[in-house]
């Protein structure tokens, strides 16, 4: 049977907008008796309002999180996502009990190693290799503890030759790396990383992602992971949970979690011009002269563009449309430049169609496409809408494929056996 590591219960986390504490005594003193002897609720925080950063909002009380509930099982790689400022750093920072949560409980079973922000646990006076010593005693490890694991440490830093410098003259990759060896290597029983590991260079975010998949997979250990890199979350988690405005959705397969991320943006257009002469009037997928958002794979369909130029008309334009997955990766793309087309404009409205006949070969998903239109000036525009492929013709599938393991392109096969 799998043992909970860890449970969050009813946990919420309030703050007070522009001010530090309640600013005056009386207020003090009534929260101290309203919650420590009658036991009630904290009369200033009933007006509190959710985290939504994108409205004023009408009180100074704040719920960076509320009412998060959720279990995280041992062995398990738990990727935790969201847009900035959802809650995922305070979450981190309430299970790691760097703060303490206005409400709620978290129960831990084991020993949290974390790695939150660049410099975490260390002393800036001391050097590399003591403050290896002083994040073990920290995490309760005996000093012949440390000793055994400090070789490997240093080693997986790549930082040796300034392992007895003061951290202070580090820059903030040779922090990272330093302070994520520490956290991976030493023997705690759960591993929260936040989205540090930024800093560092590619090769180093490699070499961290595969060691913290062997501390899950391989020890059998538990690790909280927030990361902005879908691929990375993709690759490391077993299991994934959305956070929104300070509140959280269900743990689900990482796929589905990644999947339900993904889409909050997909319904919202956004548009980037560069110039102010080309105005744009519809980016579409068509069916029949109709309208589609969902499309049948290898359905016939036309991608449109409509625009105008509302001043000068340049004398040829081409058109692009890309077609990306869920990661922002172009995975195929329709382009007048790479098929020798010129378009030639004209006055008024401009629709241009590029037709599919054979339709798109994709496997069932939510796609994004990005249009770009440019002319001799090299007028650019670039605008973002989706669309979702489904019923793709082959036997046994089911709705969430790994795509990193399959591929996006679906191509049309029959076996035999000779």
């Not at 988690?237 to 993904?262: F, R």
Request: hydrophobic content about 40%; some cysteine; overall charge neutral.
């Amino acid at each position: 049977m799998t043992e909970t590591v860890i449970k969050v219960e009813n946990l919420s986390k309030a703050y007070q907008i522009g001010q530090i504490g309640s600013s005056t005594l009386s207020r003090d003193i009534d929260r101290f008796w309203q919650t420590k002897i009658l036991g009630k609720e904290d009369p200033f925080l009933k007006i509190g309002e959710t985290n939504d950063r994108s409205i004023k909002g009408e009180s100074n009380i704040v719920w960076s999180l509320k009412d998060i509930n959720f279990e995280v099982n041992q062995g398990d790689a738990i990727g935790i996502i969201g847009k900035n400022g959802a809650g995922k750093s305070t979450l981190l920072k309430l299970l790691s009990r760097v703060t303490s949560p206005t409400s709620g409980q978290i129960k831990v079973k084991g020993r949290i190693a974390s790695l939150l922000e660049v410099g975490t646990g260390f002393h800036p006076e001391l050097s590399g290799r003591e403050n290896i010593f002083l994040n073990g005693a920290i995490l309760g490890m005996q000093r012949k503890e440390i000793t055994r694991k400090l070789d490997e440490i240093i080693d997986f830093s790549g930082v040796e030759r300034y392992i007895d410098t003061p951290v202070k003259r580090y820059s903030s990759g040779m922090y990272v790396r330093l302070a994520f060896a520490v956290a991976a290597h030493l023997e705690s029983e759960i591993l929260i990383v936040d989205e540090v590991l930024a800093v560092g260079d590619a090769d180093f975010q490699k070499k961290c992602i595969g060691k913290m998949s062997d501390i899950s997979k391989g020890q059998g250990r538990t690790v909280l992971f927030v990361s902005h890199n879908m691929s990375a979350v993709n690759k490391l988690c077993n299991k994934g949970v959305v956070m929104s405005n300070g509140m959280i959705g269900t743990v689900l397969p990482v796929e589905e979690a990644v999947e339900d991320y993904l889409s909050i943006d997909f319904n919202s257009q956004t548009v980037i011009t560069k110039f102010k002469n080309l105005e744009l009037k519809t980016v579409k997928i068509l069916s029949q002269n109709k309208e589609i958002g969902i499309v049948q794979a290898f359905q016939p369909v036309i991608f449109q563009v409509g625009f105008n130029y509302k001043e000068f008309i340049p004398t040829q334009i081409q058109v692009e449309f890309f077609i990306k997955d869920v990661y922002g990766v172009v995975i195929t793309s329709m382009s007048t430049w790479l098929n020798s087309v010129v378009l030639v404009p004209k006055e008024g409205d401009i629709f241009v169609n590029c037709y599919l006949i054979n339709g798109l070969s994709l496997v069932q998903g939510t796609y994004s496409v990005d249009v770009q239109i440019s002319d001799t000036i090299n007028q650019v525009f670039s605008d973002v809408f989706s669309f979702e492929i489904v019923n793709v013709p082959y036997t046994g599938y089911v709705r969430h494929v790994r795509k990193e393991r399959f591929g996006n392109i679906y191509t049309p096969n029959t076996w035999e056996v000779l």
